[in-house]
């Protein structure tokens, strides 16, 4: 199901899921007076601070501070958007969903990936059957024997064999009723050059499910059962599949990522089968890419650092640096773990155990101490060689987002390559004064939002509409009088989307925008006028629409006409954390400008040679960090 959900059913979803019964499936509760007790599953403690309240039912940790209903749960717990969890718990109660009519484009794509999602569905059936059933599934059955795998990983996996048939697959989906343009979509079957219609893509090889946050299978992977090549094969990107944005394991490893705060990123299927195996379950690998952006966005949902387990050789270190700065820039600390050259963790599994790696775990270090040295050892006793080496250095740990962190690691480097520390400082600043200076883009790429709108990333169907190409700041009396052409203004953000239709909608109450700065909290003109008078009106009961355009000029009551027609149901159940991540974003905003006219007057006054002056502006920019 698709669109917008009515408030009545989540009302309903609400009434009919036992928040105790739900909860009780992560964390083991045990009764304490009124409230159920447990260890929070979202911090490490010792000492249950986690509560459920049935009565109400309402979780809160005194821990961390974390709450709210059953949909806040599932929601941090699954990492899922409103919409969808609202959905799963409606399964489970056998709820069935009226939602909103979606447009014709819309429905199109929506039938579409449920005929893609049904086609993997039956292929990964049918694989599995193979593997554990079919007598041609025996060669695969025996590899997974000898590499120490039974039924139980298997099974946990839905790991398959494809037979090494020329179109075994496409036969049985095509029987099954399934459209030949939907398997070809998926990259299933690929049409033959000598018109002997389409083939399979997987031929005799071990298959390798990979899932979905939500379980669904989106794409496969294929294994060779000896040493041809290519030894690994694996799905093209389909509308349901990019693998830049899908980590294999992730669906079974995300409650123990974040239980322990930590993920181990590998790069192999067999890598991630054998840390699991071997009672490290918080792991997953890359499908068969480089970690992405994305990948990091993801993981941060769960874990508060990272620990990487690449390859031990150039193309390893290589791949580990360029992960380590992926991770650094969406604030998640990379760790390496080092094992003995020539060693994959299943080989070294195999070899000493899960207690010798435990060993080498604890042992992990900083990523950038790694590159540091792999750096400055290339670089050699040369003086520019050494130069550029401290330059690269320095943009990576200017990059850092604690600045202790930095000073710890300039320090370090000048004790290692024998360049002074206020040297090296200067070059951090040149570093971050030319980050300052890039340009910001002018749109928000849909898979990674720019900083001021991450902290509230609204789902498809429930986003707020684009802004009004052109807003005028102009009260109503001026509008007569010749005007000049004005400069380009500042753009209405979807933050300041959010908070407006919050505080004119009744969402939040207006004294608790109020208290949080009130129209201060708004660049926009015409967002603040609007504000102003919201707030100005605002008393026991919600403004009134009419009385309030009455003191707005068109631009102004348009802008509010576009958010009254907003839905409420769209922020109603998370109206109270959207105007926390409203504030918290729009802070880190005003910090983020404070920090680049910082940077301005120390760059001038570093290019006036008045270095001693810096000291107290760069002290500040330290706090603002």
């Known amino acids: ?130 593997l554990m059933e079919h007598p041609a599934g025996e060669p695969a059955r025996r590899y997974l024997k000898e590499r120490g795998y039974g039924r139980k990983a298997a099974g946990e996996y839905q790991l398959g064999y494809a037979l090494d048939s020329w179109d075994d697959l496409r036969q049985h989906l095509e029987k099954k009723g399934l459209a030949a343009e939907d398997i070809r979509t998926l990259g299933l079957i690929r049409p033959s050059k000598q018109d002997r219609g389409d083939y399979d893509l997987f031929r005799g090889r071990l298959i390798f499910p990979i899932h979905d946050l939500n379980g669904r299978v989106v794409a496969f992977a294929g294994r060779v059962l000896d040493d041809t090549k290519p030894k690994y094969m694996n799905s093209p990107e389909s509308p349901i599949y990019h693998k830049g944005k899908v980590l294999f394991g992730l669906y079974q490893a995300r409650q123990a990522m974040r239980q322990s705060g930590e993920v181990l990123l590998v790069e192999g299927y067999f890598d991630q089968l054998a840390l699991q195996r071997a009672g490290f379950p918080q792991v997953v690998a890359t499908c068969g890419t480089a970690l992405t952006v994305d990948h ?78 792999d750096r400055l050892a290339e670089a050699g006793d040369g003086v520019e060689f050494k130069a550029r080496a401290a330059e690269q250095i320095v943009e990576r740990i200017s990059a850092l987002s604690s600045e202790l962190e930095q000073d710890l690691y300039l320090k370090k480097l000048a004790e290692r390559s024998g360049i002074e520390l206020d040297l090296l400082k200067q070059i951090r600043i040149r570093c971050q004064q030319r980050v300052a200076q890039r340009p910001v883009p002018r749109s928000v790429p849909a898979h990674r939002p720019a900083e001021r709108y991450e902290a509230v990333p609204p789902p498809p169907e429930y986003a707020l509409p684009e802004p009004p190409p052109e807003l005028s700041a102009e009260p109503r009396w001026q509008q007569q009088r010749p005007r000049q052409t004005p400069a380009p203004g500042p753009m209405l953000s979807r933050i300041e989307q959010t908070l407006l239709s919050l505080l004119i909608q009744n969402l939040v109450p207006a004294e608790s925008i109020a208290a949080a700065g009130g129209a201060s909290l708004f660049n926009h003109p015409d967002a603040v006028a609007v504000a102003e008078q919201v707030l100005a009106l605002a ?87």
């Open 1 to 130: 199901m698709t669109g917008q959900i009515s408030e009545t059913k989540i009302g309903e979803v609400r009434e009919r899921t036992d928040i105790v019964e739900l909860v009780s499936q992560y964390v083991s509760l045990k009764r304490s007076g009124a409230n159920h007790m447990g260890l929070c599953p979202f911090h490490s403690e010792k000492s249950p601070s986690f509560s459920v309240n049935a009565a109400r039912q309402f979780f809160h940790c005194f821990g961390c501070g974390v709450g709210g209903d059953v949909f806040s749960f599932l929601m941090r717990i699954e990492g899922l958007a409103f919409p969808d969890a609202v959905r799963r718990l409606a399964d489970r109660v056998g709820i069935e969903l009226e939602e909103k009519s979606l447009s014709p484009e819309e429905e199109l794509q929506r039938q579409q990936r449920d005929r893609l999602f049904q086609v993997n569905d039956v292929a990964a059936e049918y694989f599995h059957q193979l």
């Open 296 to 373: 990091a966005h993801i993981l941060k949902r769960y874990v508060q650092r990272a620990m990487l387990l690449f390859d031990q050789d150039a193309a390893g270190r290589q791949a580990t640096f360029k992960a380590m700065g992926v991770l650094q820039e969406e604030g998640v600390p990379a760790m390496v773990i080092e094992l003995p050259s020539g060693d994959d963790p299943d080989s070294f599994l195999q070899r000493q155990g899960g207690d010798a790696f435990q060993t080498r775990l604890a042992a992990a270090r900083p990523a950038m101490d790694m590159f540091m040295d």
């Open 539 to 625: 008393g026991e009961h919600p403004v009134e629409i009419s009385v309030l355009q009455e003191r707005l000029n068109d631009a102004q009551s348009t802008l509010v006409q576009r958010l009254i027609k907003l839905d409420k149901e769209q922020f109603a159940e998370s109206s109270e954390h959207l105007f926390k991540d409203c504030l918290a974003a729009i802070k880190r905003d005003q910090r983020k400008q404070q920090r680049e006219e910082l940077l301005g007057r120390i760059r001038q006054l570093e290019q006036d040679g008045r270095y001693e002056q810096m000291k107290d502006l760069l002290e500040e920019f330290k706090n603002l960090k």
